[in-house]
C-alpha cells in the first residue's frame, strides 16, 4: 500500500529557531516528492524533488531528497510568525498521495 | 485512518461529454470537501468548498454551471465537469475536512484526459 508519513505531527517554536520536517514514503512508482505550505485557501507549492542528494532553496526555505532511504526533509531557517501553517508532503506519479501533514506554530 | 479516495483515478473523454468524480472519506464524515485543480508547476488551485447539504462555493472565476458540485452526504463529494473540452484536461484533486477538526485529508487525484 502506498503511504506518505510526515513527522512530527506538529511543532512548535520560537521565532528565530530553526526547523526540520520530515516525510517518508513506500508508493510503488515514484516520480517526485512535492512540498507545500497551507495556510487558509490552497496548498501553495514550495518545491518539487526528482533527484536525490540535490538541495532545492528558496529563502529561508530548503529542501532535499534521499531516494535511496525514501524519505525527504524540509528545513525552515530563521522561522518567523508568518510561517506558521500546515506542511504538506505528497508523492507523485498516476497519482499523487498526500501526508497528513505537519503543523508548524511559531511563537513570537 | 482517514483515508479519502476518489475514482475514477484516470478518465479519457471525448470533447463535449460530461465526466464525473468521485470523491469519499472512508472512515470518517466530512462536513466540508474540497475540489483542487493542479496546474504546471505544481501548482494547486482551489476551485470549491463543498458543504454537505447545501451549495458549494465556488472561487473567483470558476464556472459554476461547467463545474458542477454535489455533496449528498458526509462521506461523498461528486464533482462534474460538463461539456468538457481539452483545456479541462488537468489534475483534480479532491481533499476533506475531519468533523470537528481543522485538518483536510487529500485524495489520490484524478487525470483528466478530454481528447
Known amino acids: 500500500e502506498d503511504k506518505v508519513v510526515q513527522s512530527p505531527l506538529s511543532l512548535v517554536v520560537h521565532e528565530g529557531d530553526t526547523v526540520t520536517l520530515n516525510c517518508s514514503y513506500e508508493v510503488t512508482n515514484f516520480r517526485s516528492l512535492l512540498w507545500y505550505k497551507q495556510e487558509k485557501k490552497a496548498p501553495t507549492f514550495l518545491f518539487m524533488l526528482?533527484?536525490?542528494?540535490i538541495e532545492k532553496k528558496s529563502g529561508r526555505l530548503s529542501s532535499i531528497l534521499d531516494k535511496k532511504e525514501l524519505f525527504s526533509i524540509l528545513n525552515i531557517t530563521a522561522t518567523q510568525t508568518g510561517d506558521s501553517a500546515v506542511y504538506l508532503c505528497a508523492v507523485g506519479d498516476d497519482k499523487i498521495i498526500f501526508g497528513k501533514g505537519t503543523r508548524l506554530h511559531i511563537l513570537p | 485512518g482517514a483515508v479519502v479516495s476518489q475514482h475514477p483515478s484516470r478518465v479519457i473523454c471525448k470533447s463535449g461529454t460530461s465526466v464525473k468524480i468521485e470523491c469519499r472519506s472512508l472512515d470518517f464524515q466530512a462536513t466540508t470537501m474540497f475540489w483542487y485543480r493542479q496546474f504546471p508547476k505544481q501548482s494547486l488551485m482551489l476551485m470549491a468548498t463543498s458543504n454537505e447539504g447545501s451549495k458549494a462555493t465556488y472561487e473567483q472565476g470558476v464556472e459554476k454551471d461547467k463545474f458542477l458540485i454535489n455533496h449528498a452526504s458526509l462521506t461523498l463529494s461528486t464533482l462534474t465537469v460538463t461539456s468538457a473540452h481539452p483545456e479541462d484536461s488537468s489534475f483534480y484533486i479532491c481533499?476533506?475536512?475531519?468533523?470537528?477538526?481543522?485538518?483536510?485529508?487529500f485524495g489520490p487525484g484524478t487525470r483528466l484526459t478530454v481528447l
Open positions: 481533499s476533506a475536512l475531519r468533523a470537528g477538526t481543522d485538518t483536510q485529508y
Open positions: 526528482t533527484s536525490s542528494g
